[in-house]
């Protein structure tokens, strides 16, 4: 994980322990616990309780840390506070009441250790945040007018191989080229903004007008992922309920119908919309190029990548800007709403979108 990246996420996770006074509300319901323990005929520490409980709860709900990115989650694991946060820590909390109704004890001695844990968490985070700001490590914050967006490539994927990783580039820059000229009439190089080796993440510069036709690409396929996944558990469950094989024959064959058809609607809405630039000569070539990125970017997801946009919030709008179209605003905008639909994404492990083997597969 880089060290800038680190320090951002470091910085906003102990900004979620201030917001919401984890440590001070879980200590309250600890209190109320104990008293409730040694005095039960006493219902105003039941009260208490469940007052302190609530709070947490109202609190913890909505977090932003639930929307956080697939490489933020990432770096969550790594610093093992992924269950001290957002719904994770709610799903705790109550999991202990509901296994300890009876057994006050227990819950309270389990309702300690997070305590204890959460409490180590935000000492070592204003420690490591104070840290990187004393040795002068800069916070990975975007500009303005830049968009990142980061690929996360799954080692079991290029088998931990170095030429395989590399090769995987080369066809990520051949994927996501196409959209910059759909959306500027010119091809640009990808810029690199950082590389993580942890997860094999890539994350490229953009401008947010390029980003927003990325994400609205990358939004759609996952919305069709989600789609065909959701007929697959159907699937499993009729299975499980014993409906014999040839009644559900026809099930695999309605979702593979499905594929083609809308990757070929979304390429003809992207040149719709985006492709004012393109000389007339080359409109069919794009198309077709974007057909083909689609389908990559698609195959990809279906076998594990988690592609990620990220964009720096919007300012305030002056009464001039509100009144004039802002194609940057306008933009940024789309890359912040595709960006919270794309985060939510549960793979199943195994393809599911009906994809031939990438081309270049069979050589890894």
Known sequence: MNTTK??????????????VGTVSLIQQAIQSLQQHISQPQQPTFQQQLTTHLNNLYQKLEN?????????????????????????KLEKRIKSIFERNQITLQSA????????????????????????????????DKLNIDECEIGVIVPRAYVKDNLKNFGSELIELEKTLIVFSELVTG???????????????????????????????????IVALYKQLLEIKKLKKELIKQEVPEEQLAGIDSHAESIVSPKLEELANELLEK????????RTNE??????????????????????????SPLEEETDDEAQTDNPNRSAVQQIIESASKITHLEQSGDPVLFLPDDENQSNK
């Not at 680190?6 to 917001?19: F, G, M, Q, V």
């Not at 844990?117 to 800069?138: D, Q």
């Not at 190089?189 to 490229?204: A, H, M, N």
């Not at 985006?274 to 000569?281: R, T």
């Open 63 to 87: 977090s932003p840390v639930d929307d956080y990115s697939p490489a933020w989650r990432d770096a969550m694991d790594e610093l093992r506070v992924f269950n001290e946060f957002g719904s």
């Open 6 to 19: 680190l320090h951002l996420i470091a910085k906003d996770l102990l900004s979620e322990l201030k917001r």
């Open 274 to 281: 985006y492709g004012n630039h393109i000389n007339e000569n």
């Open 186 to 220: 010119q091809r640009e190089p990808l810029k690199i903004r950082q590389i993580s080796s942890s997860e094999l993440s890539v994350f490229l510069e953009y401008s947010p007008e390029i980003g927003a036709c990325v994400a609205v690409a990358v939004e759609r």
């Open 108 to 139: 309270l001695e389990e309702l300690q250790k997070i305590h204890q844990e959460i409490t180590g968490t935000e000492n070592n985070l204003t420690g490591l945040v104070t840290g990187l700001e004393y040795f002068g490590v800069g916070e």
């Open 286 to 311: 794009v198309l077709t190029e974007i057909r083909h990125s689609l389908n990559k970017l698609a195959n990809r997801i279906d076998r594990g990548f988690n592609i990620e946009l990220r964009v």
